[in-house]
């Protein structure tokens, strides 16, 4: 089978990530139970920062989120095992192209198998769904409600890797990793 991974959000911990850096730039201390009632994708909100404010924040700091954020727990050693199992594993991910030979060696530094032509970066949002489409992917994880939202009517099985902005999605979702393996044997 053909599995296709977003990479912010859905394998790596980047949103969380980031609200750590802003509370060690910020010198602020706000709780992380403020951060997983966040309705938003921004986080700035949970610091009284105004958009134009969390902007600023997220580029000036953009590079070390981006590529210091951690996988989430099992992220790693289930897709190592779906390739173990003989599947492929492609990843899409929207990060824009200036990004994209970085993105690729950190998700490959962090112990996700990533092999010759199955790493898609550079697209927008939006765009996903035909790169998407075009590979005749059979799962598909992603975090993005606008994302999740413009594949309906493709002839795959999409889940919503679960975070709180997207809670109310009706669509199935994966909160744990280890999940994925047991999906696949039903």
Request: aromatic share 12%; proline share 3%; with cysteine.
């Amino acid at each position: 089978m053909k599995f296709g991974f977003d990479i912010d959000d859905t394998l790596l911990n980047l949103r969380e990530h980031a609200f750590k850096i802003y509370n060690a730039k910020l010198g602020r201390d706000v709780g992380i139970d403020v951060f997983r009632s966040l309705t938003t994708i921004p986080v700035h909100d949970a610091f009284g920062l105004t958009v134009e404010e969390g902007r600023e924040l997220w580029n000036a700091h953009r590079d070390e989120i981006y590529y210091s954020a951690p996988p989430f727990d099992e992220a790693v050693e289930v897709l190592q095992e779906l390739v173990k199992q003989g599947h492929e594993v492609y990843y899409v991910t929207a990060r824009t192209a200036e990004h994209c030979e970085r993105t690729k060696n950190v998700i490959e530094k962090a112990g996700f198998p990533v092999e010759e032509g199955r790493f898609y970066c550079g697209m927008a949002d939006l765009e996903k769904a035909n790169i998407i489409g075009k590979l005749g992917l059979d799962y598909y994880f992603d975090d993005k409600p606008v994302v999740l939202g413009t594949l309906e009517g493709l002839e795959l099985h999409v889940y919503a890797k679960d975070n709180s902005y997207n809670r109310h999605l009706t669509i199935p979702r994966i909160v744990n990793w280890s999940e994925l393996l047991d999906i696949i044997k039903t």
